[in-house]
């Protein structure tokens, strides 16, 4: 779904829970193919069951159908006779994108300027000195007598050079012995005694149906490889799910909530899947099963609160999403090189596909909010920042596995997880012609150090 179709929902959406007559919109919901049987069920359940729970999960959900879905959505309320919300929403519609075209950037190129019936032989570009600029070509201004200028001109001429940071940490003796003190203090620290010390459930979605839409994920089985192995070396027992629909995928999820971890230490899930945007009070975005439909990150996290997953209580639960969170492609402000370390030309990076950015609007029922679990011992890491694509290379698998992995390895011996996660963020960023930028909603209460 567009902004703008998005942002139409977000501004009617109280008006839309309380008004919205759902019982007569699943046949037309069906018909016109905006939800699947499967997904109905779902929104039908939605809450208590009520009216208002399935009118506010319908709209939640409708964000993740498509850039049609709004039309369709009128459509429905047409046919069922809503025509007053209908007229609502396709009024406003008009107006947002209207508003959006009116208001998009100019495509401006840059314009040389020369004295008015000037040539371009006449300015000497074909025997230029080197040290005059030329179009499209940035040379550094140096201030002082020419006698004084340095014999080579470099852009650092105009301010010290301060050496760039290498590492995140000095590494010094102060840094090892407060990570120590931290790790043999069971206040600052949790402790991962066990061994095993904890599951880890990895699901790995690359073949989806066709009328999803949605591609194959090819270099994924490398993600997955990857992290089967390094968290087999943390002392996890590592279990791998390929190619769930989403129901598939909350069973697998509420059967290992529901096992015993009262012997365990932790936990881990990690989804390797397509992603897409989804309204959220805690966790934002949603990854998608074989069959197109989406399960919500926030869905995820909830399955292992305290009550369904009584023997994690205060307790580790770690999530590692790798999935899109956008259409967005970030071209950062400087690019260093042209392809990114390890990354060959002939290697083609695909992102991991749909929107997933949470723009301002209006939440509805604000009780809702206080009925939701508090998240305790939580910490979800997202390969890419809201809004932005997640890059994968069909050789090589996702810059961000593929750094979470080369991190782990060198440096989980020594350092906290929080750590360990910045030095993932700082490598992911500096790959690439588009950036990307991974980052993580930390509820852990303590400092995390793997067994190694």
């Not at 429905?76 to 508003?99: F, I, K, V």
């Not at 495509?107 to 040539?119: M, S």
């Not at 529901?258 to 966790?283: E, P, T, W």
């Not at 929080?418 to 490598?427: D, E, I, K, M």
């Amino acid at each position: 779904m567009n902004e703008a179709d998005r942002q139409v929902l977000r501004r009617y959406r109280l008006r839309l829970v309380s008004e919205l007559q759902v019982a007569s919109l699943w046949d037309a919901l069906l018909n016109r193919e905006l939800f699947t049987p499967d997904m109905i069920e779902e929104i039908q359940r939605a809450g208590s069951g009520s009216r208002r729970d399935q009118a506010r999960q319908l709209i939640t959900d409708l964000e993740t159908r498509g850039s049609q879905a709004l039309s369709l959505f009128i459509s429905c309320l047409e046919d069922t006779g809503q025509n007053m919300l209908a007229s609502l929403l396709r009024t406003s519609s008009q107006a947002a994108r209207q508003h959006l075209e009116a208001i998009r950037p100019l495509d401006l190129k840059p314009v040389v300027l020369r004295p008015e019936g000037l040539k371009p032989e006449s300015l000497g570009v074909g025997k230029q000195d080197p040290l005059m600029p030329t179009p499209g070509k940035l040379v550094p201004v140096v201030l002082g007598p020419k006698e004084l200028w340095p014999a080579k001109l470099r852009p650092e001429v105009l301010r010290p050079e301060v050496p760039r940071p290498v590492d995140i940490g000095s590494g010094g003796l102060s840094d090892v012995c407060a990570q120590d003190r931290a790790k043999g203090n069971a206040n600052l620290a949790y402790v991962l005694s066990a061994d095993p010390c904890g599951r880890c459930l990895i699901v790995n979605n690359v073949h989806f149906r066709r009328e999803s839409g949605l591609r194959t994920r090819t270099g994924s089985s490398v993600d997955c490889e990857r992290l089967q192995r390094r968290f087999h070396l943390l002392h996890f027992v590592v279990e791998v799910e390929c190619d769930l629909t989403a129901k598939q995928m909350v069973q697998a999820l509420v059967e290992l909530a529901r096992r015993d971890h009262s012997a365990l230490d932790c936990c881990v899930v990690v989804i390797l899947s397509h992603g897409c945007q989804a309204s959220h009070l805690q966790f934002p975005g949603a990854v998608y099963g074989t069959d197109g439909c989406p399960v919500s990150v926030e869905r995820i996290v909830n399955i292992f609160n305290g009550t369904g997953c009584p023997s994690l209580r205060g307790k580790p639960k770690l999530f590692f999403i790798q999935a899109c969170g956008g259409e967005q492609k970030d071209h950062g402000f400087e690019v260093a090189s042209t392809f990114p370390e390890g990354q060959t030309p002939d290697s083609d990076p695909e992102p991991d596909a749909t929107p997933f950015q949470e723009g301002p609007g209006t939440v509805d029922q604000p009780d809702a909010v206080s009925s939701l679990p508090t998240p305790s011992d939580i910490l979800v890491s997202y390969s890419t920042f809201p809004g932005f694509v997640s890059w994968r290379d069909t050789k090589s698998g996702s810059w961000y596995i593929e750094t979470l992995d080369s991190v782990f390895e060198q440096w989980a011996h020594c350092e906290d997880l929080q750590t360990l996660l910045l030095r993932v963020a700082n490598a992911v960023s500096v790959k690439g012609i588009y950036k990307q930028i991974p980052g993580c909603f930390n509820f852990l209460r303590k400092k995390l150090f793997f067994k190694t």
